[in-house]
């Protein structure tokens, strides 16, 4: 690194950089409601995301049924899949974000 001059800058995306909880929330439903359980408001995701995908699933589960690791890891899948088809539909940058990059 040349002294006084910034060569790079590393950002987490997700919630930071980009509003992607629409997307997330509305992928992680679509899971959820594919397997017959109940879905949450978006507003719930808030609370839900920020530990990688697993921990997603395991929050987002109802209380009652066994989060069983087997459970688990088709349902992480499963939103994987869903979320790469879905992950663009309202994502976006946060305003002053694109200026603040360049």
């Known amino acids: 690194m040349i002294k006084g001059?910034?060569?790079?800058a590393l950002f987490d995306l997700d919630g930071t950089l980009v509003d992607s909880?629409?997307?997330i929330a509305a992928s992680m439903n679509e899971v959820l409601a594919d397997r017959g359980m109940p879905v949450h408001p978006t507003d719930a995701y808030?609370?839900?995301v920020g530990d990688g995908m697993e921990k997603l699933v395991r929050r987002c589960l109802p209380s009652e049924l066994d989060a069983s690791s087997a459970l688990c890891s088709d349902m992480v899948?499963?939103?994987k899949t869903?979320?790469?088809?879905h992950w663009k539909n309202t994502t976006a940058?946060?305003?002053g974000i694109r200026e603040m990059l360049e």
């Not at 001059?5 to 790079?8: E, L, N, R, S, V």
């Not at 869903?82 to 088809?85: G, S």
Request: hydrophobic share 30%; proline share 10%.
């Open 21 to 23: 909880l629409q997307d």
């Open 46 to 48: 808030r609370i839900f």
């Open 5 to 8: 001059k910034t060569t790079a």
């Open 93 to 95: 940058p946060y305003p």
């Open 82 to 85: 869903t979320y790469a088809t």
């Open 77 to 79: 899948q499963d939103m």
